[in-house]
């Protein structure tokens, strides 16, 4: 088996997210692997069907998570070494966006948090579950404590 030479860490900016950084950090520090960074910012469409489909100030809403998101992205980056030109920024579906950043870039590991869901979370999936199943690399699933 050969070392990873690229892993992408999938921040969501939770409590949690520290942990599931940190052990990013460790990993690319084990197989001396580049390090990359994804956050995805969902899209917010504000809709009301008398306006029609979208209300403008939404384009204002979407901008401005966006900046913030780029900023706390920035930070985290500072904090685990990560250059700009590995830090990643969308804005969509979580698990589609991470799984092709990974593609895009040639990411052999994807690590991501998951809390334990039951019932109907269960049922609907999460972002960890939905990159488990469509990555074409390996994902290690940090589990996360209080979820």
Do not use: W
């Amino acid at each position: 088996m050969n070392n990873y030479q690229h892993i992408l860490l999938a921040a969501d900016f939770s409590e949690h997210g520290e942990t599931v950084a940190q052990k990013a950090h460790y990993l690319a520090t084990k197989y001396n692997a580049k390090l990359s960074v994804i956050h995805i910012v969902d899209y917010l469409p504000i809709t009301d069907a008398a306006y029609g489909p979208v209300i403008p100030f939404d384009l204002d809403l979407n901008e401005e998570l966006m900046n913030t998101a780029k900023k706390r992205l920035a930070d985290m980056a500072k904090k685990l070494s990560i250059p700009a030109d590995r830090q990643f920024l969308e804005m969509g579906s979580t698990a589609i966006e991470i799984v092709e950043t990974a593609e895009e870039q040639h990411a052999d590991l994807i690590v991501v948090g998951s809390h334990g869901r039951h019932g109907l979370a269960l049922l609907l999936g999460s972002t960890a579950n939905g990159v488990l199943h469509h990555a074409k690399c390996d994902v290690l699933a940090v589990r996360l404590q209080g979820g």
